[in-house]
Nanobody, 130 residues
Framework: QLTLVESGGGLVQPGGSLRLSCTAS????????IGWFRQAPGKEREAVSC????????SYLGSVKDRFTISRGAAKNTVHLQMNGLKPEDTGVYYCTAWREVFRLCVINAVPFDYALEGWGSGTQVTVSS
């Protein structure tokens, strides 16, 4: 059974930085992509970034590209999201999820994810405010 645990959220001023971490267990294949989604109050959950399990390819939502960096830790089942230059519009609950790339590639675009996702973490709150 897939289990995902997030950590690292908090309150930060605009322009500040946070590093989120996700640890996944129960990955039964090598082609799992791990991704970050976020949900702001009153808005739908949106995909932010992902990293492929097969070749380490990364992908980002346009509004976070050049500010956020996703990477794997020393253990392949740990993924970090370094968030720099945070803006108030980055506020939300950030969730970690995973899916097999044979069903959906690690690409942040308008193609739906829901059918491929195998689980969610409980989320970590990120608040960007002065």
């Amino acid at each position: 059974q897939l289990t995902l645990v997030e950590s690292g959220g908090g309150l930060v001023q605009p322009g500040g930085s946070l590093r989120l971490s996700c640890t996944a267990s129960g990955l039964t294949h090598d082609d799992y992509a791990i991704g970050w989604f976020r949900q702001a109050p009153g808005k739908e959950r949106e995909a932010v970034s992902c990293i492929a399990g097969t070749d380490g390819t990364t992908s980002y939502l346009g509004s976070v590209k050049d500010r956020f960096t996703i990477s794997r830790g020393a253990a392949k089942n740990t993924v970090h999201l370094q968030m720099n230059g945070l803006k108030p519009e980055d506020t939300g609950v950030y969730y970690c999820t995973a899916w097999r790339e044979v069903f959906r590639l690690c690409v942040i675009n308008a193609v739906p994810f829901d059918y491929a996702l195998e689980g969610w973490g409980s989320g970590t709150q990120v608040t960007v405010s002065s």
